[in-house]
């Protein structure tokens, strides 16, 4: 790709996000976020003021995009700013990824185009939120990753290795991912590890380390070694509060009473009284409170399992756009747009198996199993696509594998119907 075209679909993808800025834009830029910026922005002030990771926002959220606000100056038109030109460059660099799995240009332009003007990706990237960062900086590990598995390159691994902690630092999913990363590596040149071994060392090293620095720095501040409790506060009461009041049919607020109160009595908290609101207090969870919160959690998937079972399609629905909050033209036909997108998907899926395509097949659907995976099995509500949001890359790459192979097919058939040029209008020869 030239950085001509790099450039071009940079504008055109930074064009349409601030169109959708001004469109949605209201003083208090409440379009732009979902909640969680109100701690993002306490973190940032806490960093202007102390100038220290030491507030108990920093055992949840990860600290890069809190001192992103900071350096921003807690100014949501900034920060807006920041996430619009960020979020547009996933488009071109998106077609960057997909020019290093397949050779057909129109796949890298087609994914390009379709990043620029995808829905999902021009939500959160103009947001109040890590996503445009997170997103941006897992795409580009993912494309240094490619350069180093085929290179066998320790620069290109460090550099996949730092960018994808950079995205972990940035939203704590991604902080695991490496490992899936790693052993995809070394199994596809596992004949050939003399070559590779030092891009895999390199790679695994820089990402371990950035896991266990943040996690030690858990550990000597708070007493707690995680790199994010975020998880087992989320499993309580974003997927075993769904089961539960599923299965007692009691009002949520009743559900998250009883909830807290179990986790109150497991880790012998002297809290009096509990009510709905208590569960907040679990957020930034010591490790006996992840204990309590990871049993509580455990005994409700236990005692319902049939339930559980059903929310994992209703988690699903909703990380994919399938489930709409409200029945509005706008939202009924986004879940249109998000049906074609999986079908698509899922047709190119079956293109790649047949094409023997199996770096570009394992590129797209690694991601998206981990982060589908680990997103189900914390959370059945309380979610929507920003969940899916570092996938759109993936889903529409593989997009775009469908539909190239239907218009080639489109292509032969027309030539096969239509006579050669030369026939339609030749003469006869005259005679003698």
Not at 68 to 90: H, N, Q, T
Not at 364 to 389: F, H, Q
């Amino acid at each position: 790709m030239t950085p001509r075209v790099f450039f071009l679909l940079w504008l055109f993808a930074l064009a349409v996000r601030s169109i959708y800025a001004l469109v949605n834009y209201s003083p208090g830029f409440t379009a732009f976020e979902s909640g969680d910026y109100a701690l993002y922005r306490i973190g940032a002030e806490h960093l202007m003021q102390d100038g220290s990771f030491t507030n108990s926002l920093f055992l949840v959220r990860p600290p890069l995009y809190p001192l992103w606000v900071a350096l921003m100056e807690a100014d949501p038109l900034r920060i807006l700013i920041s996430g619009i030109v960020a979020g547009a460059l996933i488009a071109p660099c998106g077609a960057v990824f997909v020019r290093l799995l397949h050779p057909d240009p129109r796949l890298a332009l087609g994914t390009g185009f379709l990043l620029a003007i995808d829905p999902t990706g021009i939500q959160f990237s103009a947001f109040l939120g890590p996503e445009p960062f997170a997103n941006l900086f897992l795409l580009l590990a993912l494309t240094a990753l490619l350069r180093a598995m085929r290179d066998g390159s320790a620069a290109w691994g460090a550099a996949a290795g730092a960018l994808l902690m950079l995205s972990a630092y940035t939203r704590p999913s991604t902080y695991l991912f490496w490992i899936p990363l790693a052993l995809w590596w070394g199994i596809r040149h596992r004949g050939a590890l003399f070559t590779h071994w030092r891009g895999i060392a390199v790679f695994v090293g820089v990402c371990a380390a950035g896991v266990a620095a943040w996690t030690l720095h858990n550990q000597v501040v708070f007493a707690t070694p995680s790199f994010s409790t975020v998880a087992p506060y989320t499993m309580v009461y974003y997927r075993a509060a769904s089961v539960e009041r599923i299965a007692s049919g009691q009002p949520i607020e009743a559900v998250y009473i009883a909830l807290s109160r179990r986790v109150v009595d497991y880790a012998d908290l002297d809290i009096d009284p509990v009510d709905a609101g208590t569960r907040h207090q679990f957020l930034a969870a010591p490790p006996p409170v992840q204990a309590a919160l990871n049993r509580v959690a455990l005994e409700i998937f236990a005692a319902h399992p049939l339930i559980t079972l059903a929310t994992f399609p209703v988690g699903f629905a909703r990380m994919y756009g399938l489930f709409p909050d409200t029945f509005t033209p706008l939202s009924l036909s986004l879940i249109g747009v998000n049906a074609l997108l999986l079908i698509g998907a899922g047709m190119g899926t079956i293109i790649a198996l047949r094409q023997r395509r199996w770096t570009l097949l394992i590129a797209a659907l690694l991601p998206i199993a981990y982060y589908t995976a680990g997103t189900l099995i914390v959370k059945s509500a309380g979610m929507d696509t920003r969940e899916r949001s570092m996938l759109e890359p993936m889903l529409i790459l593989l997009w775009m594998l469908a539909f190239v192979a239907w218009a080639d097919r489109q292509a032969a058939r027309r030539r096969k119907m239509s006579p050669p040029a030369d026939s339609a209008t030749a003469r006869p020869a005259p005679p003698g």
